[in-house]
């Protein structure tokens, strides 16, 4: 005879468990009040306030979808979202690519592979100013080294990348498409903590290289390599500092970007619609994030 399941218990918190809830309460409360001061009263803060015509000093008049629909006529905004759609992809794919390869690389320790992970970590320690006069160094159209190389195969050759067009928005790319060593970092992390038992075993099945990285090792990494992809993209959604300080969203509107929309808004005293700018970035961000988690299965254990 089947016997009926038997009904799951409900175990109970006992008295002293239920004494100490009120001392982690008392003891969150403090981050709580910090996280809703400093950061969600902002964030809804700007949310109300892009329904409305505001000029930072006066009180914010509500003008409906005003802010939007200017927003989404304005041309600049259209260039604005089309580079951030080729800069998401090319942090995808070669941003990402390049310092999971070079963690990689690093990971089977070659011959003078810790100095190589300090020269590759130089750059985190130099500022955005700093980077912008380097690359304005680089790339200058009379005595920069790209143009001077260039000109040992071609003495004609002058282009001036940061500002005549289609060049500004690929030298504005360079400025951060190589600088990818948070994302080796992150992704030599995981490498290392990689069981060996797991390679030895492979290796005595028969597995090569190749298969070992591919089967193995790769999908191990699969979080922190999501975890590099939301930081690069969410990087390029909120870029200003390389575009502001070498070419401000010129020639034109060819290196146009979000932030630099949102500043000019600030800085013509319409805060209604430069909150309108910050509230597209905020939702584009949380499309980036959801989307990021659900192909990299970022709730999922690798172990």
């Known amino acids: 005879m089947k016997t009926a399941p038997k009904k799951a218990t409900r175990i109970k918190a006992g008295r002293i468990q239920r004494a100490n809830y009120k001392w982690i309460y008392l003891f969150l409360l403090p981050t709580i009040v910090i996280f809703a001061m400093f950061y969600l009263m902002?964030?809804?803060?700007?949310?109300?306030?892009?329904?409305?015509?505001?000029?930072?000093?006066?009180?914010?008049?509500?003008?409906?979808?005003?802010?939007?629909?200017?927003?989404?006529?304005?041309?600049?905004?259209?260039?604005?979202?089309?580079?951030?759609?080729?800069?998401?992809?090319?942090?995808?794919?070669?941003?990402?690519?390049?310092?999971?390869?070079?963690a990689f690389v690093l990971y089977q320790r070659p011959h003078g592979?810790?100095?190589?992970?300090?020269?590759?970590?130089?750059?985190?320690?130099?500022?955005?100013?700093?980077?912008?006069?380097?690359?304005?160094?680089?790339?200058?159209?009379?005595?920069?080294?790209?143009?001077?190389?260039?000109?040992?195969?071609?003495?004609?050759?002058?282009?001036?990348?940061?500002?005549?067009?289609?060049?500004?928005?690929?030298?504005?790319?360079?400025?951060?498409?190589?600088y990818a060593v948070i994302v080796t970092l992150v992704v030599l992390g995981d490498l290392m903590n990689i069981p060996k038992e797991l390679n030895e075993a492979a290796l005595m099945d028969g597995a090569t290289g190749w298969q070992l990285i591919r089967y193995i090792q790769l999908p191990l990494c699969r979080a922190s390599i999501g975890t590099s992809v939301i930081a690069s993209l969410t990087s390029r959604i909120a870029m200003y500092e390389q575009i502001a300080l070498t070419t401000?969203?010129?020639?034109?509107?060819?290196?146009m970007s979000l932030p630099i929309i949102l500043v000019k808004g600030i800085m013509d005293y319409r805060y209604g619609?430069?909150?309108?700018?910050?509230?597209?970035?905020?939702?584009?961000?949380?499309?980036?994030?959801?989307?990021?988690?659900?192909?990299f299965r970022m709730d999922e254990a690798n172990y």
């Open 42 to 102: 902002p964030i809804a803060q700007v949310f109300v306030t892009s329904f409305t015509k505001w000029d930072g000093f006066n009180a914010p008049k509500f003008n409906g979808l005003t802010n939007y629909i200017n927003l989404f006529t304005n041309s600049s905004f259209l260039i604005a979202l089309k580079n951030l759609l080729w800069w998401c992809v090319i942090a995808l794919t070669l941003h990402v690519g390049f310092g999971t390869l070079v």
């Open 113 to 178: 592979w810790k100095f190589t992970r300090t020269v590759f970590m130089i750059p985190n320690v130099i500022s955005a100013a700093a980077w912008a006069m380097i690359y304005k160094f680089i790339f200058n159209n009379d005595f920069g080294i790209l143009n001077s190389v260039i000109r040992v195969f071609n003495p004609n050759f002058n282009v001036q990348w940061f500002y005549k067009s289609p060049w500004a928005f690929w030298a504005v790319t360079f400025t951060w498409l190589f």
């Open 248 to 255: 401000s969203g010129g020639p034109g509107d060819d290196t």
């Open 273 to 295: 619609y430069a909150n309108a700018v910050g509230v597209v970035m905020f939702i584009i961000g949380l499309i980036v994030l959801g989307v990021v988690n659900k192909l």
